[in-house]
């Protein structure tokens, strides 16, 4: 399954961050996301890549049939908590969707583009948000593996379709293998929700 985000009240209180041999107090904002897609996606992968790539990367134990992950990212004057929900891909006819859902701001649906049955599988995934009360405008579509260029099997111009037609927020393409394009993604989503509009240049800084 894809992704979502919830901003907490606890975004006026200061916490700590220690940066290379600075020390700094910011404001935090707390962000929860939830990966949904089917189990071969690579949804583990991606939070995998994103929490142990970075500083500040905890994971917990697995919890109502989710794992919760967490990445903290300074986001301009902001540190950002990316609390990441990682949703089995049997999930999809759990009675308890909707608690994993439920109030999300953004949810990232993760297909694998070399995989066909995972893309065709995106319209039960996104009727089975729907069903349960998430906004198609709170909806982006992640394209994962695109490393694996020789056995890509959906091209962009399907997975822009896909997108348009759906009326979803928006779409992305990433590796978990490689870290391509991953971070920004994150990032991307955190500065909508957060009311940031961050420049090409800020966010080539975070895919390096």
Partial sequence: MDIAFFLSNSSAKLY???????????????????LVGDGSSGKSSII??????GSFSTVYAQTIG??????????RENLVSLRVWDIGGQSIHSKNIKQYVYAAQAIFLVYDVTNQESFMNLD???SALMKNGVKKENVYLVGNKIDMVDQRVVEEARHRTFVEENGLREGFFMSAK???????????????????????????????
């Fill in 16 to 34: 700590y961050l220690q940066a290379g041999v600075q020390e700094l107090y910011l404001p935090m904002k707390d962000l929860t996301v939830a």
């Fill in 48 to 53: 995998r890549t994103l929490t142990e790539d």
């Fill in 66 to 75: 989710c794992d919760f992950h967490e990445r903290r990212i300074k986001i």
């Fill in 124 to 126: 039960d995934w996104l």
């Fill in 178 to 208: 490689t870290a391509d394009k991953l971070l920004v993604a994150f990032v991307t989503v955190a500065g909508q929700i957060c009311g940031i509009d961050l420049t090409d240049a800020e966010l080539e800084a975070y895919s390096k």
